[in-house]
């Protein structure tokens, strides 16, 4: 990538800036690859602690906002952050055995698939969009937003299945309050 690259962990959507202005919207990358890693550790069957989520940008990309520190600007940057975290986990064994059983997963690399995961992610965003938009029967009326004094309305924590209360308002307020 070029340019320069804002972003940070908790956003839904990073924006890319090149010279004259020129400027892109593309999906947080690491919630694009929490997603992978997920499905990787249900198809080997390990546990979450041993697999770690890295970002990488090659080219001349720069971050204009602070970055989590998952995320490495260059090859020479992803190795030093594999490098911090270098333990032995898998036997030789275990990691050839991984590594077929991901090739027998792996979906081919065409213009179909690729176009048939498109229509797949603006289905699930075309969901996402009237879910957000309708009014949620399990509003939390009573006590106001943190934040923004707006609304409240249940939601799940995606990764540990906890129930919590969020504004109605987000992604512009993120206030949020645990269920009691």
Known sequence: MTGWIFGSAEQRKWTQVQKGGKRRSFQNPLRQNYAHVKAVEEILGVESNVLHNFIVFTGSAAPKTDMPENVAWGLQALGRLIALRKQLVFSQ??????????????????????????????????????????????????????????????????????????????PKCRGTQKVA
């Open 93 to 170: 064994n275990q990691l050839n055995a991984f590594a077929k059983t991901l090739q027998g997963q792996a979906l081919e690399n065409n213009s179909t698939v690729r176009k048939e995961h498109l229509q797949n992610l603006e289905k699930k965003a075309a969901v996402r969009t009237r879910a957000s938009s309708s009014k949620p029967a399990s509003s939390m009326a009573q006590t106001p937003c943190p934040k923004c004094g707006g609304e409240m309305v249940k939601r799940v924590n995606r990764k540990t299945g906890n129930a919590f209360w969020g504004c109605a308002k987000f």
